[in-house]
């Protein structure tokens, strides 16, 4: 054996067995590592964990910092429909809608941001550095929900809509965007959540955010399809009235010639129209020929 085929042949062995120490060194840490849920390692004080707001109420606005208290390392997987209580109790507390996958080494800590909506309406959005408790998963309505949200791609004022009308009661009909009938899915389920029928119409909403945190919601606009059918070219008139039956605007007037079962497209300002349950009507001077109530 010539000293070159000597040398290539030690420098094989010697790949050969570094290769072999990395898989069996890879072996181990797969043999030491444990995946669970959080709340599973939160029991087992497995983990510590610290929950701070970034500012505001929506989207990623949660700071999460976990540190693994063991000697093994660790794959935590946070839990969408766990709820975050602020630990000041005028501050909202936050729903979790986006699982998130965390890997720990044995005494790591790392800090990810967490995606989370407002799920008490009628508190203050927390400034940034909050403190919230690590809490524990909300109610099973909320959990589905937010289940159903971490599966979806869905824009922030949608999300946030759907949770509080189910944490705060706020209409199912608030849940609107520019493509009404790519929400109907989630309409479905908030009302079936609910225990309610799907609102026949979409409310267009704007919120608020003041310097204090306060949050007021106020509807802009409805959408909605009237069903009416008119035996011959008439003028009509679209009224809304309040709940004494006291007429509030006269939205339009328009000649409409003769149809069977049509629709007839909403699209009506109601900002400035006190709380409350209103009808809206199509009619002629003869006769009604659509009526639909809403609530804002």
């Not at 720990?104 to 309406?121: P, T």
């Amino acid at each position: 054996m010539n000293v070159i085929s000597y040398l290539f042949k030690r420098e094989e062995k010697m790949i050969r067995k570094i290769f072999s120490m990395a898989l069996m060194f890879s072996l181990q840490l797969s043999a030491n590592h444990q995946e669970m849920k959080l709340q599973k390692a939160l029991d087992q004080n497995l983990v510590k964990a610290e929950v701070k707001s970034l500012g505001g109420y929506q989207g990623y606005c949660i700071r999460m910092t976990l540190k693994n208290l063991g000697k093994d390392s660790l794959k935590i997987i946070l839990e969408p429909g766990r709820r975050l209580n602020s630990l000041d109790d005028k501050n909202q507390d936050i729903l979790v809608t986006k699982e998130e996958i965390i890997v720990l080494q044995k005494f790591e800590n790392r800090s990810i941001d967490v995606k989370g909506y407002c799920c008490q309406a009628s508190n203050f959005s927390p400034s940034a550095g909050a403190k919230y408790d690590i809490n524990k998963m909300a109610d099973a309505n909320l959990v589905s929900l937010a289940q159903y949200l971490n599966a979806c791609n869905l824009d922030a004022n949608t999300e946030q809509q759907a949770i509080w009308a189910i944490s705060n009661n706020k209409s199912t009909a608030n849940i609107a965007s520019n493509n009404d009938s790519l929400l109907l899915p989630l309409k479905r389920l908030v009302a079936n959540l609910k225990g309610e029928k799907v609102p026949w119409y979409s409310m267009i909403t704007k919120t608020f955010l003041y310097a204090s945190g306060r949050m007021d919601t106020y509807p802009l606009y409805l959408r909605g399809k009237l069903n009416y059918s008119n035996d011959k070219e008439n003028y009509v008139s679209l009224y809304v009235y309040n709940e004494k039956g006291l007429p509030v605007c006269q939205i339009k007037s328009e000649w409409l010639m003769p149809c069977a079962d049509k629709d007839y497209n909403l699209n009506i300002p109601v900002k400035g129209l006190a709380k409350g349950k209103y009808t809206i009507e199509l009619k002629t001077p003869e006769k009604q020929l659509a009526k639909q109530e809403f609530e804002i």
